[in-house]
């Protein structure tokens, strides 16, 4: 495989497609797919990083298995089980041409192209898969991991759960996403944040959300229209490895105002200290002390730096040594 520059963005050449490797350019679908007309797809976010031991997937088996979870609940039959599709991605990357990228599983109903069903009922459609893999930045801007970043609550509601189902990682959610973002950045803010049906804090449009009061870390629920973040189950393991009280609750809309620090948190912004909520200064400002504390860990040990709490199998090497596979065979024990 090789690099391949798109408008300054660099791809891999390659996608990984239902089984087999295909050329960028050729990874189409027809215009009749039905995930294109009624949003059925699910799909992932995975990081892979330049680590000390060579580059490496962040907390890939956990993302795949989110994947597959999405799938069935949207009753796709995938083929292809948890070990085969993380492979699939392990040779992208390995392969790719790039140290560092993003990875882009999805599985959508495509068109069954000898009996066409173009209603809404998805069931005479085929299931496909793909992997893509590019190079993408800090996704809310290089400086922000320290500067921070100036927010809006949104006047978009997030979807409740019993509507379409926030555990699932589905294309048809982030309609609901696109809203809120377009929103925020037409009214000069970089992200907007939501509130759920009931008019409390869910999350952000890609994105969970922490807040810090009195040395305290607070988040919402799982329960509360929202993603089950991979890297929001990063950070709460990470904080209470340093002994911070990590609490799960219902927050309400003007605590984020009152706030010593926020931040969100995800595959895409990592870990994003927020300034501002409505033009009102969150702390400082900047980024506060506790946020600091959890990058430093969090980035030392994506970076292969530090063991992840409890000794877990986070990074997936690509070129993966001996004393790796024995050291990741020991922490899935």
Not at 69 to 89: F, I
Not at 218 to 237: E, K, M, N
Not at 322 to 329: D, G, P
Request: glycine fraction near 8%; charge should be negative.
């Amino acid at each position: 495989m090789a690099v391949k520059d798109v408008n300054t963005m660099k791809i891999v050449s390659k996608i990984w497609r239902n089984g087999a490797f295909i050329d960028w350019d050729d990874a189409r679908v027809h215009v009749m797919t039905h995930a294109i007309h009624y949003g059925s797809s699910v799909f992932e976010g995975i990081r892979a990083y330049k680590a000390e031991g060579g580059t490496a997937i962040f907390r890939l088996t956990e993302h795949i298995q989110r994947l597959l979870n999405s799938a069935k609940v949207y009753r796709m039959d995938v083929k292809y089980n948890r070990a085969e599709l993380s492979q699939a991605a392990v040779e992208l990357v390995r392969d790719g041409g790039l140290d560092e990228c993003y990875l882009r599983p999805v599985i959508f109903r495509g068109l069954n192209e000898e009996k066409p069903a173009f209603g809404v009922n998805p069931f005479p459609n085929p299931i496909d898969c793909y992997i893509a893999a590019w190079d993408w930045g800090k996704y809310l801007g290089e400086e922000a991991l320290e500067a921070g970043v100036d927010v809006c609550v949104s006047s978009w509601t997030r979807t409740p759960a019993n509507s379409l189902p926030a555990v699932a990682k589905a294309g048809a959610n982030y309609m609901n996403s696109q809203l809120i973002k377009m929103e925020a950045i037409l009214g000069g803010f970089s992200e907007g944040i939501a509130l759920d049906d009931r008019g409390y804090v869910s999350e952000g449009s890609g994105e969970n959300i922490f807040l810090v009061n009195n040395g305290k870390l607070i988040t919402p629920p799982l329960g509360a229209s929202i993603l089950p973040g991979i890297t929001r189950d990063s950070v709460i393991a990470i904080a209470k490895e340093l002994g911070i009280e990590v609490v799960e609750t219902s927050i309400q809309r003007a605590a984020l105002y009152l706030a010593d620090e926020l931040f969100f948190t995800g595959t895409a912004a990592e870990i994003t200290p927020i300034r501002s909520v409505d033009r009102i200064t969150v702390g400082a400002g900047k980024r506060g002390e506790v946020t600091k504390q959890l990058q430093d860990v969090f980035f030392d040990v994506i970076y292969g730096r530090r063991p992840a709490p409890n000794n877990a199998a986070w990074l997936t090497y690509v070129n993966e040594s001996e004393e790796q596979k024995t050291a990741t065979a020991t922490a899935n024990e």
